[in-house]
């Protein structure tokens, strides 16, 4: 029940971030499945991350909201599809928790599946975060929100706030 | 990981249909899964379901071929999403395989996800099949396909093929 189908990987309709950080992958699937230690590095700067509710189960809840700068609050809704803890987070916007589908499904803030993986590299963690949509309208709008910007921000966001709290 | 999320039913949004049926539960389940044993009775005769392709895991594909009376083929694809053998199967037609939204969130078959649940009742089944939606219109649009017609005659349909093969 727990085989993994990876993501049949399609560049005309996905986005892959991949980079090898130098933390264990236990505390990156800590700071990624925790709402405590997901909001301080989730938004890149000098966005925010404001409020966080984490369900981890098939099915669950998977909730942020985010701010911009000038204080507008952004909410992003989903549902955990895959956990394999310290390997492997699947979720997506496409569904809302419940696994009921979007009411928008074209709605501007994604509309895609979201796949984190973190193996063993060394010391540290190879980490990989791939965003899979339906089709190029969306990929594309998803690459000029600035996606590989953004996830790779977050990312040194996130490997600097593990070594300051949680190393 | 398997606790389980019942659908919060929404009346505007969802569509029910509740029945106690006189074949075990565990061969209601066999019927849902089994390629083989799905196609005979899975649409309401003069219809027929000419293909049927199962891979039964979180991701895995459902994927079904209807064919009208004059000899005009409806493809479905869905992955499942939640597997507990003889007692819930969950699935939807938002993601396609391996949890890729889909291409076309408004497509005229579906974007819904379905639930069917089976419990033993005396020496039946209580079995309850759901169709959850993401907003009004595909609620309508499912209802006026004829969702009820179409599953109760599936169902009838189910009952006649178990007894007759199976039990």
């Known amino acids: 029940m727990t085989a993994q189908i990876y993501p049949q990987l399609d560049p005309k309709l996905d986005l892959v971030l991949e980079r ?40 669950g809840i998977f909730r942020t909201t985010m701010q911009s700068p000038e204080g507008e609050n952004f ?3 989903g549902c955990y599809l895959e956990i394999i803890p ?30 984190v993986t973190m193996e063993t590299h060394g010391t540290g963690t190879k980490y990989r975060a791939t965003a899979i949509h339906g089709n190029e309208t969306n990929r594309k709008k998803h690459e000029d929100m600035g996606f590989h910007e953004g996830w790779g921000t977050a990312l040194d966001q996130l490997v600097v706030y593990v070594k300051k709290n949680l190393l």
Request: charged share 20%; glycine share 4%.
């Open 75 to 77: 909410p992003n809704l």
């Open 20 to 59: 090898i950080i130098d933390v264990p992958r236990e505390l990156v699937w800590k700071v990624w499945t925790t709402p405590e230690h997901l909001k301080p590095w989730f938004c890149p700067s000098p966005w925010k991350t404001i409020d966080c509710e984490i369900d981890l189960r098939p099915g």
């Open 86 to 115: 310290n390997e492997r987070l699947v979720w997506t916007d496409a569904l809302q928790p419940g696994f009921r589908p979007s009411p928008d499904p074209n709605h501007p803030f994604g509309f895609f599946t979201a796949i």
